[in-house]
């Protein structure tokens, strides 16, 4: 029996195959002993294959056989296995961003796969942030408000600039994140700073992750890792950008589970 563990910076995801069928769970990074009760409890036997920044840490505290793999491999070839489970049929060739506590950008080129970059902003970003200016911690609380937030009168558009006249990008576009000072009272509402900073992620995002694509001339993006797990407002505000730059943008069932798939198939 074998169990795939991606040991994040935030959270730890696992997948295992029992009966023919993939089974999941996840826990978080600062409640390891959790997982810990898990395996010692359900699969004191089980070989671990362990990726992710805190595969060391982990394999510490277990006794079961296990093996390290490394992070990008992982998750290069476990996406593979995300989409095809998912049915996504995707062109030979595109773009991998997995938006975890950091976000790492990967080529996907038939069956080569290179690391192009990455960016500190992610979803540690959001969490960060979200507990700076609102106090709140919770992802699913954050998330929550979120949805219910606007972001006029924080975020500065372009058309709040142009006001009447003819702008040359579209008006609805973000001139400035967070940039309305001149609107600010100091009472803003948390759900509409948090709408605001999910905006201004997303987009930070996929500006970031558009040269990337140009550069291996590919519009296929495909986004993975826990922050757009169960979150529509996520994909929301960055499917707004299909039409405008020409992309097509995908967020596979499951995608946060890539790294741990990986492992398990290495
Ligand atoms: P990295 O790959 O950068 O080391 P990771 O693998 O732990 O980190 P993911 O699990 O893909 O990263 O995503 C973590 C992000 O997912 C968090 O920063 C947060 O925005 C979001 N998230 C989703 N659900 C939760 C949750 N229950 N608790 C905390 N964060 C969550
Ligand atoms: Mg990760």
Redesign the pocket.
């Known amino acids: 029996e074998c169990i795939g563990i991606?040991?994040?910076?935030?959270?730890?995801?696992v997948v295992y195959k029992e009966r023919d069928e993939y089974l999941y769970q996840?826990f978080?990074?600062n409640e390891v002993e959790k997982l810990v009760k898990w395996i010692n409890e359900w699969h004191p036997n089980a070989k671990l294959k362990i990726t992710?920044?805190?595969q060391e840490n982990i394999s510490k505290l277990l006794h079961n056989p296990h093996e390290l793999i490394d992070?990008f491999e992982a998750t290069t070839i476990g996406i593979k296995e995300v989409l095809k489970r998912a049915e996504l049929y995707l062109p030979e060739k595109y773009l991998l961003v997995?938006?975890?506590?950091?976000?790492?950008i990967h080529s996907m080129i038939g069956e080569n796969s290179e690391r192009l970059g990455g960016s500190g902003i992610?979803?540690?970003t959001?969490?960060g942030l979200s507990y700076l200016l609102t106090r709140q911690k919770?992802?699913?609380e954050i998330m929550l408000l979120a949805e219910k937030g606007k972001r006029t009168g924080i975020d500065l558009k372009v058309r709040d600039i142009y006001e009447g006249d003819r702008s040359p990008i579209s008006g609805d576009l973000t001139a400035s994140n967070f940039g309305f000072l001149e609107r600010m009272t100091g009472e803003e509402l948390q759900e509409d700073i948090l709408a605001c900073l999910v905006g201004m992620i997303s987009e930070a995002v996929l500006m970031m992750v558009m040269p990337f694509a140009k550069a291996i001339e590919s519009s296929t993006i495909v986004f993975?890792?826990?922050?757009f797990?169960?979150?529509a407002l996520f994909k929301k505000q960055l499917q707004r950008f299909e039409d405008l730059f020409e992309l097509k943008l995908h967020f596979p069932f499951n995608g946060?589970y890539s790294?741990a798939h990986g492992a398990l198939l290495y």
């Open positions: 991606d040991a994040g910076g935030t959270l730890i995801k996840t978080l990074s992710g920044g805190k992070e997995n938006v975890g506590t950091g976000t790492s992610g979803g540690g959001l969490m919770q992802f699913e993975i890792g826990s922050t797990h169960n979150n946060q790294g």
